[in-house]
Each structure stands twice: as structure tokens, then as C-alpha cells.
């Protein structure tokens, strides 16, 4: 404990790191998603082949793919763009197919009665489709945002700075608690990411919570 | 004024839905489109908001061609309720009735205000409005469907299928209610159902479709069932069945209407006012 203490600074330098890293992939990953799921939402083949193509792309392993990236972007090896960069395509291949199976999910019916009332294809889209689709969004999100946060940790083995690095460097150097502070943080950063997640569902998306009324028909 | 030109649909894998249809409808009057699935009604009414285009002929509004229209325009003019209400479930009761308003651009404190007006003329309590359609019951969600299509007070009133998804009861009371609503507003009413006794209740001219869109028959209620065109009109409106062949009996100096089985379906006054409907 008093290892934490005297490394309070180190700790949150590190946290701090491991956040602006995070969120960009997250954001990214996510708003990608969306006009990627749309388009091949409504043609069958593209779909079945992308869900395919994103599975393999997560099927990349994340350390050398953290050492190819700067090859192609021109960045340092510590860069933590790379990182940022590595993660949005993870995210891609975990949020392309969820976020299509959300959209496909929404209700023939309900987007033909919005036509049928004057949507414009557009405004059906972001009005109807998008927010109806959204409980299975956030879903796809939490384990996005996750998963995002545990993967960040993989730069720390090439020096980038983040959480990782706690549990590298604790684990070289045989300190204990560094690495623990390490775990214990990293699951935390998830769990708040998470919670936020679902309290902004919650505000957002609020007719998705109200009990049905016993009986009532869709 | 609505018209149908010599319309046919037939879809890109080779599906005909509907030959060739001519049918006029008159500004103010209720026609229902009546048959089975596969008859091609809904398809139909489609074609006059354009969610369906025709591949021959064309639909007509007061003499336009529709498909010269910009489609999102003329939906946001013509009112649509369909089957199971299509209510967006993620907007409350108030806000899917404003749809039409609020896309047309009317602000959405006005188009509430006329909202919670229109909840009270399709009968229901404005108490409502703060609910999503999830919370309602089917009957009370087709009431709202209603007050929807109302909103932007349209010329021309879709519906299709409206009152299928609900129960017996609650289907007699909703068309009552659309009897009521038809007398005060007089809307051109283009409806589709596959009930017979809904069709006779509601239309004043009804047509009568065969699969692929071809007029069996078409008039008023009275004209169909004094004088059905053929069998398969005659077996659809039930002429041969018990319940439509009635005859007088007089039991203690009234004169009762009796049907074929010898169940009582009413008394018979003498023609004062209002005709009786069939």
C-alpha cells in the first residue's frame, strides 16, 4: 500500500494515459460503425462477407500489429497513435456486425409507418431507425468499451504509456502492488466506461425502460 | 378526387399483385377495398401515397398524376393508419400523434396544443399523451393511430387493415367511433379490410376485389347484397349464408327481422328519417 502512496503521481500519469488512448478507438470504432452497418444492413452478400472480413480482422494478433502500424502511418514505435489507430479497427470488427444486426432488427412495420407519415429517408434513418435500434447499440457498445480498455494495456509491452505499463514494469521489476494497482485500475476504468454507458442509455433512450403494460399489444 | 387509370403492378421477380384496376373515388366519400389475401387492396391504397408505384397506368389526385409528385410531400398530405397502428415506439403518445405536423414544419408547442384536441375526438383521455404506445392497449393505440393520421388534417384518409389486430369488441367500438369521426370531418376515405360486415359498416361504396386485383363487384352496400354479380360475390358477402337471408315475423304486434336459422337480428320500424343501413 504505501507503494501506491509514493506513486500517486506515476498512477494517475498512467490512468490519465490509458483514458485518452481508450476513448478516441471507442468513438471512433463506434461512430464508423454505423453508416458501415447501414450499408451492408440492406445487402445481404455484403453483409455475410464484411461480418466475415471483421471477424478476421480481430483475428489479427494486437502486438504485431502495434509494430507494423507505424510503418504505415510514419509514426514512432511509441506512439500512442498507433495504439489509437489499432484499436478503432478491433473496435470495427466488434461493432460492424453487432450494430447491423441492430439495425436489421428494427421493425419492417414500424420504418414502413414511418414512411408512410412523410420520412424522408434521411430523417427516418437518424429519427426512427437509428434511435430504435439503439438498446442493441448500447449493447454493442459496453463490450466495445470494454474490451477497448483491457486492450490498451498490449502497448505497454512496446513502452507506449498506459495501465499495461503498471503491471510490465511491477512485473520486471518485482513490485506487487504495481502490478495489482495496475489490474485493479484497468478493471475500474472499464467498469466506470460501462456505467456510464448504461446511465447515458438510460437518459437517452428512455421509452426502452418503461414497463409494458400487462396485455397490451405491439 | 381520386382516380386509378388502368393500374398493374407487377413486382421485379414476376409477381403480379394487381392486373389492370380503374376505379374512381369522389372528394367526401368512403370507399373500402374488400377481399382476401392476394386480392392486391393494400397494394392499392399504396399506390395512392406512393409507397408503392404502379408499373402500368397511373393514380390521379383531383387530375394530378401522383408520380409526378415528390413522395415525401404527398405522404406528409394524405393521413395513414395501419394495421397494429405502426406507432413509433419510441416516441410518446403526444409526440407520435404531432409526427405529420412537426416534419411539416408547424412549431411543436402549436402542433401539440391541436394534439391533445384531436386525442379527445377520437376519444381518448388526454392523460395519455405522456405515455409510449407500449404502455397502451391495442384498441387505445389504434385510437391514437387515428388521431396520427388526423393531425395534419388531410384531404385523403388511408387505412389499412386498421381495427385487424384487435379484439371483436373494441373493433365494433373503434368503428363506431370512425362512423362518428367521418360525419364531422368528412374526409375522401380510401379503407382496406378482408371483413365483409366492416366493408358494409363503413363504406358508402364498396369494392369487392378477386386475387390480382380485379373487380368482382362494386356499389353501395344495398346494391351488392340485393343483387351479388355472381357466386364468388355471393358467397363472399355471405348472401347464402343463414345470417343475410332475413324475413319479417310478427311476434306481438311488432314486426321482427328474423334470419334463416330463426335467431332474431332486430325490429323493424317503419322508414322515418334515416334509412336503415345494411
Known amino acids: 500500500m504505501t507503494w501506491v502512496l509514493e506513486n500517486l503521481d506515476l498512477l494517475g500519469s498512467r490512468l490519465l494515459a490509458h483514458v485518452l488512448q481508450a476513448i478516441p478507438p471507442i468513438l471512433l470504432a463506434f461512430v464508423l460503425s454505423l453508416p458501415i452497418a447501414k450499408l451492408i444492413a440492406v445487402r445481404g452478400w455484403l453483409r455475410t462477407s464484411l461480418t466475415a472480413g471483421a471477424g478476421l480482422l480481430y483475428a489479427i494478433p494486437s502486438l504485431p500489429l502495434f509494430i507494423v502500424l507505424p510503418l504505415f502511418l510514419g509514426t514512432s514505435i511509441r506512439s500512442p497513435l498507433n495504439i489509437v489507430v489499432a484499436l478503432t479497427i478491433y473496435g470495427l470488427a466488434l461493432m460492424v456486425p453487432s450494430a447491423s444486426e441492430a439495425l436489421r432488427a428494427v421493425s419492417g412495420d414500424t420504418l414502413r409507418a414511418a414512411t408512410a407519415q412523410g420520412y424522408a429517408p434521411l430523417q427516418r434513418f437518424w429519427q426512427v431507425e437509428l434511435p430504435l435500434a439503439g438498446p442493441a447499440l448500447v449493447a454493442g457498445l459496453r463490450v466495445l468499451a470494454v474490451s477497448t480498455v483491457s486492450l490498451v494495456t498490449v502497448g505497454g509491452v512496446l513502452g507506449v504509456p498506459s495501465l499495461g505499463m503498471l503491471f510490465i514494469d511491477g512485473f520486471q521489476r518485482g513490485i506487487l502492488e504495481e502490478i495489482l494497482s495496475g489490474i485493479v485500475l484497468t478493471v475500474a476504468l472499464a467498469l466506470l466506461l460501462d456505467l456510464l454507458i448504461v446511465l447515458g442509455a438510460r437518459v437517452a433512450l428512455p421509452w426502452a425502460r418503461t414497463p409494458r403494460r400487462k396485455g397490451a399489444r405491439a | ?278
Open chain 2, 1 to 278: 378526387m381520386i382516380a386509378f387509370e388502368n393500374v398493374g403492378k407487377t413486382y421485379p421477380d414476376g409477381t403480379t399483385a394487381v392486373e389492370d384496376f380503374s376505379l374512381e373515388i369522389a372528394s367526401h366519400e368512403a370507399v373500402v377495398l374488400v377481399g382476401t389475401s392476394g386480392s392486391g387492396k393494400t397494394t392499392l391504397l399504396r399506390m395512392i401515397n406512393r409507397m408503392v408505384d404502379p408499373s402500368r397506368g397511373r393514380v390521379a389526385i383531383d387530375g394530378e398524376d401522383v408520380a409526378g409528385l415528390d413522395p415525401v410531400r404527398l405522404r406528409r398530405s394524405i393521413g395513414y393508419v395501419m394495421q397494429a397502428s405502426g406507432l413509433l415506439p419510441h416516441r410518446s403518445v403526444l409526440d407520435n400523434v404531432t409526427t405529420v405536423p412537426v416534419l411539416r414544419g408547424t412549431s411543436r408547442r402549436e402542433a401539440r396544443s391541436r394534439a391533445l384536441e384531436l386525442l379527445e375526438t377520437v376519444g381518448l383521455d388526454p392523460a395519455l399523451a405522456r405515455r409510449y404506445p407500449s404502455q397502451l392497449s391495442g384498441g387505445q393505440q389504434q385510437r391514437v393511430g387515428v388521431a396520427r393520421a388526423l393531425a395534419a388534417d388531410p384531404n385523403i384518409l388511408l387505412m389499412d387493415e386498421p381495427f385487424g389486430a384487435v379484439d371483436p369488441i373494441v373493433r365494433a367500438d373503434l368503428q363506431q367511433e370512425m362512423l362518428r369521426i367521418q360525419k364531422e370531418l368528412h374526409k375522401t376515405i380510401v379503407f382496406v379490410t378482408h371483413d365483409i360486415d366492416e366493408a358494409f359498416l363503413l363504406g358508402d361504396r364498396v369494392v369487392l376485389l378477386r386475387p390480382g386485383g380485379v373487380v368482382a363487384q362494386q356499389g353501395t352496400p344495398q346494391e351488392i347484397l340485393a343483387a351479388p354479380a355472381d357466386d364468388f360475390v355471393r358467397s363472399f358477402v355471405g348472401a347464402d349464408r343463414g345470417t343475410r337471408t332475413l324475413h319479417v315475423e310478427e311476434i306481438e304486434g311488432r314486426r321482427i327481422v328474423v334470419d334463416a336459422d330463426g335467431r332474431a337480428a332486430g325490429v323493424l320500424e317503419p322508414p322515418a328519417g334515416g334509412a336503415a343501413r345494411a
